[in-house]
């Protein structure tokens, strides 16, 4: 088990272009989550995945972000229309599902919109 | 709906002095209480969680957190900090309730540990 795993580290993007992030979490954790940090804040809720279910999605997430978490497994991020504002660290989390709370964190993928 | 604030954005200290971060949340429920490092361009990993029982908490790396129920505080200590303990911090609050146990962030301290 190597952990949450995001890819790409680093993603540099022309404003209006669509972007997409992936997000494997460990095997056995069934909750998955996605939060974004900008710089000098906290990470801020986007939206979590039990399985294949999205089961919140926070305001924050425009109707241009959509996520997805096909058979439950790995899940994508996409920005569409990208715009400055955008950019941003974007985090990926999982937790054991039934579980208490306490995620493991993946590194993020850092976004850059010029 | 819960809040975090964490009253200090940077604090100084000296390598091998103690240092505490301060954490104080609001909340109309009972909740859980963190405590995250972030290194730079990393994720957060988890320094030490309040879930129930006693209310002196300790964590990785030496750390170790107060639960204050009646001060709604959570706050970080550390008796003696090394270099390595350089980062943003990041004190975190969920419900218990609703079994979503979404957890809200502060804004992050940074510590800054000089030689």
């Known amino acids: 088990d190597t952990g949450v795993s995001q890819n790409p580290r680093h993603k540099i993007t022309k404003r209006g272009q669509n972007v997409t992030f992936r997000c494997d979490p460990i095997s056995e954790h069934n909750r998955l989550y996605w939060y974004r940090q900008t710089l000098g804040q906290g990470p801020e809720f986007l939206t979590y995945?039990?399985?294949?279910?999205?089961?919140?999605k926070s305001r924050l997430l425009s109707d241009r972000f959509s996520a997805e978490r096909p058979k439950g497994s790995f899940s994508t991020l996409e920005i569409q229309r990208t715009e400055q504002g955008d950019s941003a660290m974007y985090l990926c989390?999982?937790?054991?599902?039934?579980?208490?709370?306490?995620?493991?964190f993946g590194s993020g993928t850092r976004l850059t919109v010029v | 709906a819960q809040s975090v604030t964490q009253l200090d954005s940077q604090v100084p200290v000296f390598e091998e002095a103690p240092v505490e971060l301060r954490c104080n949340y609001s909340?109309?429920?009972?909740?859980?209480l963190f405590w995250y490092v972030q290194y730079p361009n990393q994720g957060l990993q988890l320094l030490l969680k309040y879930l129930s029982g006693s209310t002196l908490v300790k964590g990785i790396n030496g750390f170790e957190a107060e639960f204050n129920k009646s001060q709604t505080s959570f706050h970080l200590r550390k008796p003696s900090v090394h270099i390595s303990d350089t980062a943003e911090y990041f004190c975190?609050?969920?419900?218990?309730?609703?079994?979503?146990?979404?957890?809200?962030f502060g804004r992050g301290t940074s510590l800054i540990v000089h030689p």
């Open positions: 975190a609050v969920s419900d218990q309730s609703g079994g979503s146990y979404i957890p809200t």
């Open positions: 995945f039990q399985n294949e279910a999205q089961l919140e």
């Open positions: 909340s109309s429920v009972s909740v859980y």
């Open positions: 989390a999982s937790s054991p599902g039934q579980g208490l709370p306490g995620y493991t």
